[in-house]
């Protein structure tokens, strides 16, 4: 287990230091005995130092220029530990097996032959002519030909193409003198980690496997940061999916030739595009190349990790399940940021501005010169890698029967249920791993602290002992917090408060005592939300016993029982489902494990029987003495969500038709989703909403997809790129209106559901819930939900229909299956997520 002493010194008992200085690759074992049987983090060394200047040191700076154009020592990147890479003919040789590929030239031949029926059907082709078979056939060649030429060009514009030693020298000095400026402390690994993958790196290099690095995803660094490091301890760069928006001038080709593949955004129903990426991704399986791609697609805007996306897993899957594929080694990386360059960005984008195109220029800048930055360190950190095959096996043990055809007949509902399992279960295993293994930089730890206070700052004594109090329980977690030697806590929170800037921590001088305070509370929660993964049972059992505590009275009054105590857990943890990564245990032992431990901490005081089961929970003396501090960071930690999903519940009701219509118009999903952003931006404003960070687009999003889940809402997908997705709230949600004004009532199912929500929600000194709330958010709502209404039917402004406020009769059967099978599998699926 990770060392849980307070401090950050780490423990005796951890690896040694990994230093990496000019051209020594240095272990440091002094004082060092590996422990039996005991599990460590390592410690971690700053992998890549800042360059010379040429204004500094002009001399130093050409030395250091001509090592890398030269390729002395370990920058000659002879001696790689993987399959050959940076040759003259590299793409050649990979074009040539991608094209030559089977499954690709069956594609090739059906969509051929496919097309040459067609023809025939609509009279293209005589069947009569006494040459008809010579005809019918010299057609499927000119077609086959000319799909080969199509595939040829596809093939070109998406493989990497790592053809030049000399230009991944330069290519690296470049990078890393770019990177380094920024982030002026460093990047930073563990010595085990690295040690252990490089052992493995081997032995998947023998067996000719590849190692699918699987990272996190906050910022165009991570790619950049994993390819230094595999570049520097001279592993094998990994072959990176890229989506094409990156695929700019310049930058486009310069990072096509360091590893990048090049991937449409959407494959649509291109079948030849589909095969070639098959073809593409079983090639260099089969060949052990090391690949990359984002377990969460895109990045994360919200700080915390994304549920996992399907698409490029499911070509690998699809490469081990049939049987094209041997092997692979799946390997989860975390990156963490003192700072994310990209923040400032994402905030425009989570308040509701539109997303602007990729461009190198904001890139660089992230908002001033990349050069200036000061941005601290940035850690990586490598979760023991596993067999993709052995995890398959396993999976499929489990089943009753396997299905035929699971690589090939997606059509089928069986292969579909059982492929969604397989890459379900394998998403959430990584993004399990990641978790486990990601570090939590001071940058977290303060930006956690001051979204988490009662009041409004906090004094710099404080703010240490919060923070040390913090490392605590990130380390009694089984978390990690980033090691800075042997440097005293409070230089380290000046560090950190130097890396965030003005910008987001205040400072009040001619106090007392100098007084800190949170300037930009929704940028500031992207940190925040780099340790809730951690705290996500330990928040959700308090905000329900906060259901019972914010209604008052004695202590014993603020008690709740064990029963309505798993009830709402139960709620929560549905509800957040789409939000957090939660252990698979189940609730009733997860439940029981956190009760535990917030009784261990005197957070809690737990009421057992004679049988020793728990029957009531209610605060600790402890806790009230210490003022609640403990409990209330729990709070704090989950409420801006749950404002959030109060906020998307509410706007649901703004969904019911007008009084006397019959329900049949569909709404833009974004035009509801911007509606119900606008709708909290004024509640915030009014007082109606505590929290600003609950109109994060992000978390909406979020909300929605669950209630499309639960069939509260139905989301239609238009065969027609031109037409968005519509949406529309299922009868069976529709609230009361009063019969004569029409005007929305405070009752029935959907009501309800907003006041659970709103039971364990955050009562502060400007807001109390009770009926004027309620009179307020619904008059609010309804105005908001009857003018997208009206732009729907009138088509927009200037009365031209641009999206049809009715679904046709196709996309009416398509929803209907749809509604059905989501039913079948909620019934399978029939348990809880906490």
Known sequence: MPNSDDSFDPASSSAPDLQILGDEITLQPSGYVEPQGVAHEGKEQALLNQFASFRAEPLQFLREVSLYVSGQGWRAYDRVIGQPVFYPGFTDNMKSMVLSAPLLQTRIAQLAENRVAVEEEEGLLNKDDKDYGVKRAQRRSVLESGLEEVAEKLTDDMICKMESKTFIRGAYYLVTQLLTRAYHQGIHVSSEEVLRLRKVADI???????????????????????????????????????????NLPLLGSFLQHAGAMWIRRAFGDDALYTALVQSYIDTMLQEGYNFECFIEGGRSRTGKLLPPKFGILSFILDSILSGR????????????????????????????????????????????????????????????????????????????????????????????????????????????HINA????????????????????????????????????RVRAKGGRVAHFGNAPLSEIVDRGLEVLGKDLVGVVTGLAEPTYYAVDRFQLSFYRNMTIHLFVYEALVSV????????????????????????????????????????????????????????????????????????????????????RENYDFYCFLIWPFIEASWLAA???????????????????????????????????????????????????KNSYARFEQDQMVHVVKSKDPKIPPRIQLDPSWWPS????TGALLAEGRLWDFTEKIASARREGKNRRDGATVSSRVLRLTDELGR??????????????????????????ETLKRSVKDARRRRELEGRSHL
């Not at 957090?580 to 809690?604: M, Q, S």
């Open 325 to 432: 594929v041997g092997d692979a080694i799946i390997c989860p990386v975390s990156t963490q940021y003192d700072k994310v360059i990209e923040t400032e960005g994402y905030v425009t984008e989570l308040l509701g501005m539109p997303k602007k195109k990729e461009n190198l220029a904001d890139f660089l800048s992230g908002g001033s010169s990349v050069l200036s930055l000061q941005l601290g360190r940035v850690d990586v950190r490598f979760h023991e890698p596993w067999s993709l095959r052995r995890f398959v096996d396993e999976q499929l043990s489990k089943l009753p029967k396997v299905p035929a055809g699971l690589d090939t007949d997606h059509r089928d509902p069986e292969v579909r249920a059982v492929r969604e399992k397989l890459l379900r279960s394998m998403g959430y295993r990584v993004l399990g």
């Open 787 to 812: 003018k997208l209404y009206m732009d729907a039917v009138e088509g927009g402004r200037g009365g031209k229909a641009k999206v049809p406020s009715r679904i046709s009769r196709e996309e009416e």
């Open 204 to 246: 998947a290099a023998k067996k000719k496997q590849s190692i699918i690095f699987l990272p996190s995803h906050r910022s165009h660094v991570d790619y950049l940061s994993l390819q230094l490091i595999c570049y520097r301890l001279g592993l094998a760069l990994p072959v990176v999916v890229a989506g094409d928006n990156l």
């Open 437 to 472: 293994v990601s570090v939590v930089m001071p940058t977290a730890l303060i930006g956690t602290i001051l979204l988490t206070l009662r009041g409004r700052g906090v004094g710099k004594q404080e703010l240490i002992r919060r923070v040390e109090w913090l490392t605590a």
């Open 650 to 700: 509410v706007s649901l009701l703004g969904l019911a038709p007008p009084l006397g219509e019959n329900g049949d118009v569909w709404i833009e999903q974004d035009k509801v989703q911007n509606s119900a952003q606008l709708l909290g931006k004024t509640l915030y404003h009014q007082g109606d909403l505590s929290y600003f960070e609950a109109v994060n687009k992000e978390t909406l």
């Open 737 to 740: 209106r009063d019969p004569e």
């Open 544 to 627: 329900a016993l906060y259901t019972r505590v914010k209604q008052g009275g004695g202590p014993s009054m603020q008690d709740i029982t064990y029963e309505d105590l798993k009830t709402h857990v139960l709620f929560l943890s549905s509800l957040f489902r789409g939000e957090f990564i939660f252990a698979g245990a189940g609730l009733a032992t997860n439940l029981d494990n956190t009760l535990r431990g917030l009784e261990t901490d005197h957070v809690v005081r737990l009421d057992r029987d004679a049988n020793g089961s728990i029957v009531t929970i209610g605060l600790s003396a402890e806790e009230r003495k210490a003022g």
